[in-house]
């Protein structure tokens, strides 16, 4: 079935940067293909098509899920990977990224990119002749995208007309990239939070062009009570992402504490309503950093209650999963 598609679905050579770049066709394309590797995966069918190829793995900062994903699907499909850890490269301190991306582009067949600010994986896919996938940006986040669209098609059974609810800090990576991702892929997204949390103007407006000619809407609700009421998805992210400074911890606390995902926030959306985190989350106090901030400022949890997350409604780990899956489909449909 999806050999069929592949014909007029060729993405041989692209770039995975953003979800802007990338049609609903292709997006649904990518989502597909990750539901069939799974379920060779899960039959135990070989799927090692990919022998003879390299790809190089750059994280510039840390990374659970998303390097053991690339790993784990470079390795089922008979792909070798280099992992170059924060610290370990030239990158940006001794040798530019145009010139790192000349000369990883003659040893491998693919580069993945976490680091910073967009701009930087996009430079360096300009001087790639192999594809370049984002692994994180402070602005984008898409192959995490692409994983949650597949947890919600598994649970629902569609995209289309999903309500998905955002709660707390909407602008940075995976606010932005879930707006535009729902906006792609005809899903209604609603954004919870102080308005100055929410994403930058013109991507708002580029989202909602976007989301109008797939029939759905984008909003924003500063009242969390409204924001949930009717909700399929509600979503959250850690209030403090990965490089910002530690002292901006106390603003976030004091403005998003209202927009924590709590059991009261579940109720008002319903017992049909799934709870999703692209994790880690500070859902209790059993990390280093929830245990100082936690004791610091008087509290258990941050941006949702343990209770929710170890609840029935939480699909968090499902959703963790498929980052893996995901991830092999965008290797093997660009390399
Ligand atoms: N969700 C996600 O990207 O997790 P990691 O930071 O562990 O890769
Ligand atoms: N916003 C978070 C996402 C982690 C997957 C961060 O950038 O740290």
């Known amino acids: 079935m999806l050999a069929d598609k592949e014909i007029t679905m060729n993405l041989k050579g692209?770039?995975?940067?953003?979800?802007?770049?990338?049609?609903?066709?292709?997006?649904?394309?990518?989502?597909?293909?990750?539901?069939?590797?799974?379920?060779?995966k899960k039959a135990g069918i070989p799927h090692d098509d990919f022998h003879g190829k390299n790809i190089a793995l750059i994280f510039e900062k840390t990374s659970t899920r998303t390097r053991c994903s690339f790993e784990v699907a470079a390795h089922d499909l008979g792909i070798m990977t280099t992992y170059l850890d924060p610290g370990a490269s030239q990158i940006g301190k001794k040798e530019s990224i145009a010139d790192t991306a000349r000369v990883l582009a003659g040893i491998y067949d693919g580069i993945e990119y976490r680091g910073f600010g967009q701009e930087i994986v996009e430079e360096l896919a300009e001087y790639s002749k192999v594809p370049v996938w984002n692994g994180l940006t402070n602005e984008f986040h898409p192959t995490q995208i692409l994983a949650d669209f597949l947890t919600i098609k598994e649970h629902f059974g569609r995209l289309k007309g999903i309500n998905f609810v955002y709660m707390g800090d909407a602008r940075y990576n995976m606010g932005n990239s879930l707006m535009v991702g729902c906006a792609k892929m005809g899903v209604n997204f609603t954004?919870?939070?102080?308005?100055?949390?929410?994403?930058d103007a013109a991507l708002i407006e580029y989202c909602k062009k976007v989301a109008a000619e797939n029939g759905s809407t984008i909003t924003f609700e500063t009242d969390p009570m409204k924001?949930?009421?009717?909700?399929?998805?509600?979503?959250?992210?850690?209030?403090?992402?990965?490089?910002?400074?530690?002292?901006?911890?106390?603003?976030r606390i004091r403005e998003?504490?209202?927009?924590?995902?709590?059991?009261?926030?579940?109720?008002?959306?319903?017992?049909?309503?799934?709870?999703?985190?692209?994790?880690?989350?500070?859902?209790?106090?059993?990390?280093?950093?929830g245990r100082e901030m936690g004791e610091k400022f008087g509290r258990d949890s941050m941006e949702v209650t343990n209770e929710v997350f170890e609840s029935e409604q939480s699909i968090v780990f499902a959703e963790a999963e498929n980052r893996m899956h995901t991830i092999k489909a965008v290797i093997a449909a660009t390399v």
Request: net charge negative; proline share 6%.
């Open 191 to 199: 954004a919870s939070a102080p308005e100055k949390y929410f994403p």
């Open 227 to 251: 924001a949930v009421k009717g909700a399929d998805v509600i979503y959250t992210d850690v209030w403090v992402s990965m490089g910002e400074p530690v002292e901006v911890w106390e603003e």
């Open 14 to 40: 692209r770039d995975f940067l953003k979800l802007i770049d990338y049609t609903p066709e292709e997006i649904a394309y990518l989502i597909d293909l990750a539901a069939e590797y799974k379920a060779k």
């Open 256 to 289: 998003l504490s209202p927009y924590q995902v709590n059991t009261e926030l579940m109720n008002a959306a319903g017992e049909n309503a799934v709870f999703m985190h692209c994790l880690p989350a500070y859902h209790d106090l059993k990390t280093g950093v």
